[in-house]
């Protein structure tokens, strides 16, 4: 998997929307990125990996209420090749990655305590392991909409003398938003 890849395929948005034909490919391709990326802009992450181990540098903050230095970090859910070195390139032993019991509960680590101030350089496996259902199906939802207002160019949908109007509004399909929530989405606090 790439890092910020597409969550779904054309295919999959073809076969979501019911479209048997290969005339609209490369737009149903377009709606499938730019669908991909709604769901990062909402989730404040995205939900690829990297395949080699990289490094990326992060500054320590001072957590009065535990008594370490603290930071948070991308979404890392390999610690298979994980190192954590302090500012000069040594490596350190004693730190603990947070939440607790992530790896259980298929969630990434976020976060990471230790007793030496920054910066710390970390060596990993960024990323998710594989892109959640949840994410898969708000993206296709995201995807059926942009395909939905490509038949109603002025933002209304439905048919009046119907009573099934409805306005697309300028935001995210409110499906996505129910299907995500509080679990996928990644809120980044400033000091």
Request: net charge negative; hydrophobic share 40%; proline share 5%.
């Amino acid at each position: 998997m790439a890092w910020e890849p597409d969550y779904v395929t054309t295919a999959e948005v073809k076969s979501y929307l019911r479209i048997t034909d290969d005339d609209d490919n490369a737009l149903i391709g377009i709606w499938a990125t730019t669908a991909s990326r709604a769901v990062d802009t909402f989730c404040h992450r995205q939900f690829g990996s990297v395949d080699v181990v990289e490094d990326r540098t992060y500054h320590t903050a001072w957590d009065r209420l535990i008594g370490s230095w603290t930071t948070e970090i991308d979404d890392l859910q390999s610690v298979v090749a994980l190192e954590v070195a302090d500012g000069v390139g040594t490596l350190l032993a004693d730190y603990e990655l947070g939440p607790t019991n992530a790896e259980q509960k298929g969630k990434p680590f976020t976060r990471i305590i230790t007793s030496t101030p920054g910066p710390l350089v970390i060596s990993g496996l960024w990323g998710w392991a594989e892109v959640p259902a949840a994410v898969k199906n708000a993206t296709l939802i995201q995807a059926a909409r942009f395909a939905a207002r490509r038949d109603s160019p002025f933002g209304m949908a439905g048919s009046p003398s119907e009573g099934t109007e409805q306005r697309l509004l300028a935001t995210l399909d409110p499906d996505l938003k129910t299907a995500l929530g509080s679990k996928y989405r990644r809120e980044w606090w400033a000091a």
